[in-house]
Structures are given as C-alpha cells and as structure tokens.
T-cell receptor, first 113, second 112 residues
Framework: KQEVTQIPAALSVPEGENLVLNCSFT??????LQWFRQDPGKGLTSLLLIQSSQREQTSGRLNASLDKSSGRSTLYIAASQPGDSATYLC????????????FGKGTKLSVIP | SQTIHQWPATLVQPVGSPLSLECTVEGTSNPNLYWYRQAAGRGLQLLFY??????ISSEVPQNLSASRPQDRQFILSSKKLLLSDSGFYLC???????????FGSGTQLSVL
C-alpha cells in the first residue's frame, strides 16, 4: 500500500528566503506526482504535475523535482512571499488506470513579512 | 478553459437530515469525476469516482452515495446524515488521458 509522507508538518520562514518542501513515498512504481496548494477553508489548487519519466517541472518561482528510485520529491520555492503562506500537499498516482491518488497530509507554510 | 463549480460553500445540517451536494464542470467533455472528504489530521480520503454517466465506484463503505446524471454533473447524497459525516467535501475532475486532478472550492459540512 502506497504511503506518502510530508515532513515537516509546519514551516515558518522569513520573507525572501528560498525554501524546500519534502514529499516521500514508499512505492516507487508511480505514474505521476502532483503538488497542490490549499488556502484555509478552500479547495486545492494544482501547482505542478510531474510524470514518472520526468525529473522536474518548473512554473514561475516553483520548481518540483522527482527521484523515483529514492521515493522522493521536493518543491522548491524561490524568494518566498507572504502570499505563499498556505498548506502544500503532494499526491502520487500509482498507475495510468488507477484513479486513486495517495495524498500526504501536507506542510503548512508561513512566510513572515 | 475548464472550470469546476461546487456548492454550497457551507452547510449546517441536523443529524438524520438528507444531504445533496452538487458539482459541475465546464469546458470539457467526459471528465473523470471525484468526491473527496478532508478531515482534520486525516488527510484526503477518496469517497467516489466516476468515469462516465451512471458509472460510480465507491472506495469506502459509508453513509453516502454518489450519482452522475449528466456528463459534467456529480452529486453526493445521503438519506440520513450522521455526526461522523461532518467534514470538508471536495469535488474534483481529471482529463480522461491522465490522472491530473483539479479541485472545486469545497463544502464545509457540519452535522449537529
């Protein structure tokens, strides 16, 4: 059974700092990995999708990497801003025909002005 | 572009009352549709998914049911709510050719 872990559960950084959020998964046979952002009381916003054949994806100040062999993904946020404060979740899909994504419990990020 | 609408945003219901949450997707056809529940400290739990009209798969036994009466409409229902049904319910869709999810804004359900 796939398990996804995100450590730390919460992170507080000063504005302007570069930071890395971690996601680890137990079964390396994944189809893809998706990073989301969730603001309090809101739905999840898709940030980046990495296919299993890819090593990384970039969108603006965000860069996500994937290392299947070690069961890890990282989300790098450059030059953090207070508006980046949110909970960040990762989710893995175990197959093209599988509709079950396994989610981590998220890392709550606070960027202090 | 595709958009997903989910309503209501907040709902307070007494125990034993019925439930109907609705979700619609625009700008795409034949999407895969999902209902998730998010409970504090427990993460996201897949409740139902659908790959087509009238096709519903349930991931966990529960007091809830789902229906897909139209291609881009997904409904979550209950005949009699329990206290344990309280939570944050999220509808999502994905294209048919890949598992990439896009979520609605969620419904906070409180059963009292």
């Amino acid at each position: 059974k796939q398990e996804v872990t995100q450590i730390p559960a919460a992170l507080s950084v000063p504005e302007g700092e570069n930071l890395v959020l971690n996601c680890s998964f137990t079964d390396s046979a994944i189809y893809n990995l998706q990073w989301f952002r969730q603001d309090p009381g809101k739905g999840l916003t898709s940030l980046l999708l990495i296919q299993s054949s890819q090593r990384e994806q970039t969108s603006g100040r965000l860069n996500a990497s994937l290392d299947k062999s070690s069961g890890r993904s990282t989300l790098y946020i450059a030059a953090s801003q207070p508006g980046d404060s949110a909970t960040y979740l990762c989710a893995v899909s175990s197959g093209a025909g599988s509709y079950q994504l396994t989610f981590g419990k998220g890392t709550k990020l606070s960027v202090i002005p | 572009s595709q958009t997903i609408h989910q309503w209501p945003a907040t709902l307070v219901q007494p125990v034993g009352s019925p439930l109907s949450l609705e979700c619609t997707v625009e700008g795409t056809s034949n999407p895969n549709l999902y209902w998730y529940r998010q409970a504090a400290g427990r993460g996201l739990q897949l409740l139902f998914y659908s790959v087509g009209i009238g096709q519903i798969s349930s991931e966990v036994p529960q007091n809830l049911s789902a229906s897909r009466p139209q291609d881009r409409q997904f409904i979550l229902s209950s005949k009699k709510l329990l206290l344990s049904d309280s939570g944050f319910y999220l509808c999502a869709w994905s294209p048919t050719d890949r598992v990439e999810l896009f979520f609605g804004s969620g419904t906070q359900l409180s059963v009292l």
